[in-house]
């Protein structure tokens, strides 16, 4: 293998698959990337079993090979060099040897014969979809799954068609987040869960692309690609919880906020809240008064008015914060609506004008 590239455009590539390489004590070669050159063209593929990459650039090329270089040394030596320039990368005797600026770089390699080869769909589901949209779909949240790997189905990203709709959905049980994004060209077909780490590794992948993305998947894997970029990631087996029933049919008290005004209360309110996050909101709709309070023994105290437009019930709930603030993102607009159904059952924050996302946030006992 004999060729060269733009360092800054393969360094960029390097730093996107390098997160994706494995620790593995049995497997080894899972902690490198494989280069391969074939014509004009250099493929970059990584794995760690659970989600896979295979990115490709263009290069100039003198011969054909491939090499599997270790993820972290191949990276180190990247960012390390200044400037942009070109690369010459040449394959010597199973090692790779790198040449910039006068700079002669050897890094010692691996048998690529031992990387495992990235699954492959070839039949069943496929559907196309803008990758602005589904990077907007995952990334509205993925936040709202779980962290833990004990319910493999809540630390997930559920995704399933709804009519003109793909839905996608998470919960840790705690809170949940659902944002669905119209299009028509998505067949009926049962949901799947993308895990959650996997789902974090395709936003960082897809969000700086543009254009529409391919997506196939069957009973185990998913695969997404577009243009010279594949991902393919394992599928949970499992049971997506009915969500639905937990979503309330009926508000006894309701909140219209700026959400500019909504997010700054949560700046100050956070900075005087105790080790369990907790804010309380307190709303009089009589008086027009909607207040959020936090307190901290060791920090002191906080109170902050809003302005909104209220109706329904007095009441008063106790929340994590972080299970609010993490929504902001997902919230368009100008106005934020803030439902409550009771003081022991779940409150649902949504952008005015705006159906397509929903957070719940359950209460904390007091």
Request: charged share 25%; hydrophobic share 35%; aromatic share 8%.
């Amino acid at each position: 293998m004999k060729c060269s590239c733009p360092k800054k455009l393969l360094s960029e590539t390097i730093s996107l698959v390098e997160k994706i390489t494995g620790k593995n004590l049995s497997l080894p070669i899972l902690s490198s990337i494989i280069l391969e050159v074939s014509g004009k063209r250099m493929m970059i593929r990584a794995t760690n079993l659970d989600i896979g990459v295979e990115i490709e650039l263009p290069v100039k090329s003198d011969r054909d090979g491939i090499v599997a270089v270790p993820a972290s040394v191949f990276s180190g030596f990247l960012s390390g060099i200044s400037g942009d320039g070109t690369l010459e990368v040449e394959e010597k005797e199973g090692n790779l040897t790198i040449s910039i600026q006068g700079n002669n770089t050897l890094i010692k390699c691996l048998s690529p014969e031992e990387f495992p080869s990235l699954p492959v769909v070839d039949q069943g589901t496929s559907f196309s979809l803008p990758v602005k949209k589904l990077v907007e779909g995952l990334k509205s949240v993925v936040y709202s799954s779980s962290l833990s790997d004990v319910k493999p189905e809540l630390g997930s990203v559920y995704m399933y068609p709804e009519h003109d709709m793909l839905v996608f959905v998470a919960t840790d049980s705690f809170r949940l987040a659902e944002k669905k994004i119209p299009h028509k060209n998505v067949n009926d077909w049962g949901g799947i869960l993308i895990p959650h780490k996997n789902t974090l590794e395709i936003i960082r992948i897809f969000e700086q692309l543009s254009g529409d993305v391919d997506i196939r998947f069957n009973d185990h894997q998913i695969v997404f690609e577009k243009e010279g970029v594949y991902v393919t990631s394992r599928i949970i087996d499992g049971s997506f919880p009915d969500y639905r029933q937990i979503i309330p049919k009926e508000y006894s008290t309701t909140a219209i906020v700026l959400k500019k005004d909504f997010t700054d209360a949560f700046k100050v309110s956070i900075v005087f809240s105790n080790t369990f996050k907790q804010v309380t909101m307190s709303l009089n709709p009589k008086e027009k008064t909607y207040i959020i309070e936090t307190k901290n023994t060791d920090v002191g105290e906080s109170r902050v008015p809003l302005q909104a437009s209220l109706s329904g019930e007095l009441i008063t709930i106790n929340v994590n914060y972080k299970y609010i603030t993490d929504s902001f993102p997902s919230l368009s607009g100008d106005s934020v609506s803030v439902s409550f159904a009771g003081e022991n059952k779940p409150l649902i924050i949504e952008s005015v004008g705006d159906q397509s996302f929903l957070s719940l946030v359950m209460p904390m006992n007091r």
